[in-house]
C-alpha cells in the first residue's frame, strides 16, 4: 500500500550559499587492510579528489573535477600525497613513542578546512589527532598552537618557535583555502547548488525492532530529522545516526525510535517522523501499513549497505568527521621531531 506523505508546506531551511572545502589525511599503523596512507579533498561535505598509498595517484571524484582540471593539476597533487605519504608514517612512530605503544593499530590524521557563507568567511580551522583523539591545534589568531595533552607539548613548543610556518598556515586558512573553495564551487555550481529532496521511509526490521525512519537521496547534506508525539517534540527512546554520503553524492540520514509496538499499533498516527530540508519537507505517519515490509525493508537496508560497501575506502574518514564534529572544528597543528617534518604544509597546490 502506498505511504501517507504529508508535504509540509511554507517551511524552509537556509543553507544556500553555505559552501564549503575540507581535506583529511590519514596514516594508518599496525596489522589492517586498509591503506597505509590516504588524502581525500570535501567540497561541501562531498568528496572531490582521492589518493591512497596502494594506488600512488590522486584521482578525482566528480566529473565537475574532471572537466576542469587537467594533468597538471593531478600531477601536483599526486607529488603532495606521496612527500606526505612518509612523513605521516613517520609521525605515527614518534607519537606512539610519545604514549609509550609499541604495538596494535594506530591513526595519525590531519584535518584541514575553510568556510564561505554567503561569500563571507566565517572561519577555518587546522587540527591534527592521534587515534581518534585531538592532539594539536591550531590558532591562527595568535599563532600559537595549543596541546590537547602532555605528549603533544613537545611538538607545540616547536612549532610554536616557527614563525614562518604560523604565517603560512594563517594565509593558508584566510586566502589559499578560500580562493580554491570558490574555485570549486564554480566548476561544480550547478551539483554543489542544486537541491534534492530526501526520499522518506520507515524501516523495521521485525515487530519488537525499533522503527527506523530512514531519509536518502538529499543534497545538500544539512537535515533536521525528529520524531513527535502528537504534536510534541519526542526524544526519549530515540537514537540519531550521522549523515552518511552515498555512492551518487547525495546523502543519507536515520533516526530510531524504541517503543512498544502496541502503544503506536493501538495508536494509529500518535507518532509521526518530521524530516525538513531546503529540498522538502515531509512527515510520515507511524502506522503499519507505512513500514516497510520485511522483505521490502531487507531490500532497502541491502541497498545502503552496498553504498557504504562502495564507499569503504571512507571508513576511516567518516571516523575523521566524527572526530572533526566532536572537536568543535577549529584549529590545530601537527606532531613530529624529525627533520622529515613537513606535515605543516600538506595542503594542495594552489
Known amino acids: 500500500m502506498r505511504s501517507v506523505v504529508l508535504l509540509l508546506l511554507g517551511v524552509h531551511l537556509s543553507y544556500a550559499g553555505r559552501h564549503s572545502l575540507q581535506y583529511f589525511y590519514t596514516g594508518v599503523s599496525g596489522d589492517i587492510n586498509f591503506p597505509e596512507f590516504t588524502a581525500v579533498g570535501l567540497v561541501d561535505e562531498g568528496q572531490f579528489m582521492y589518493f591512497d598509498s596502494n594506488i600512488m595517484k590522486a584521482v578525482p571524484k566528480t566529473e565537475w573535477m574532471r572537466q576542469n582540471e587537467g594533468a597538471d593539476y593531478w600531477d601536483s597533487q599526486t607529488q603532495i600525497a606521496s612527500g606526505n605519504h612518509p612523513v605521516f608514517i ?6 606512539k613513542e610519545r604514549f609509550n605503544q609499541s604495538t596494535g593499530v594506530h591513526t595519525f590524521q590531519f584535518m584541514v578546512g575553510c ?9 577555518g580551522y587546522w587540527q591534527y589527532g592521534y587515534d581518534g583523539e585531538d592532539l594539536l591545534s591550531f590558532d591562527k589568531n595568535t599563532l600559537t598552537n595549543i596541546a590537547a595533552n602532555p605528549q603533544a607539548v613537545t611538538t607545540k613548543n616547536k612549532w610554536d618557535a616557527d614563525r614562518a610556518q604560523s604565517e603560512n598556515r594563517k594565509a593558508y586558512l584566510e586566502n589559499i583555502c578560500i580562493e580554491w573553495l570558490r574555485k570549486y564551487v564554480s566548476y561544480g555550481k550547478n551539483t554543489l547548488e542544486r537541491k534534492a529532496a530526501p526520499e522518506v521511509s520507515l524501516l523495521q526490521k521485525d515487530s519488537s525492532s525499533p522503527v527506523i525512519c530512514h531519509a536518502t537521496g538529499f543534497y545538500p547534506s544539512n537535515i533536521m530529522m525528529t520524531w513527535k508525539k502528537n504534536q510534541d517534540d519526542h526524544n526519549e527512546d530515540v537514537e540519531v545516526i550521522s549523515t552518511l554520503p552515498n555512492a551518487d553524492g547525495s546523502f543519507q540520514k536515520s533516526i530510531s525510535l524504541s517503543v512498544k509496538p502496541e502503544e503506536w499499533k493501538n495508536n494509529p498516527d500518535i507518532y509521526r ?10 512527515v510520515v505517519l507511524l ?12 531490500n532497502i537496508i541491502a541497498i545502503v549497505v552496498g553504498c557504504l560497501v562502495a564507499l569503504a575506502a571512507l571508513a576511516l574518514i567518516i571516523g575523521l568527521i566524527v572526530w572533526w564534529k566532536k572537536s568543535n572544528g577549529y584549529g590545530k597543528a601537527s606532531t613530529n621531531d624529525s627533520d622529515s617534518e613537513n606535515s605543516g604544509q600538506p595542503l594542495p597546490k594552489a
Open 90 to 95: 613517520n609521525n605515527i612512530q614518534v607519537v
Open 115 to 123: 568556510e564561505l557563507v554567503d561569500d563571507v568567511t566565517t572561519g
Open 273 to 282: 517522523c518530521v524530516v525538513q530540508h531546503v529540498g522538502g519537507e515531509k
Open 287 to 298: 502506522n503499519e501499513k507505512n513500514i516497510k515490509s520485511n522483505s521490502a525493508s531487507n
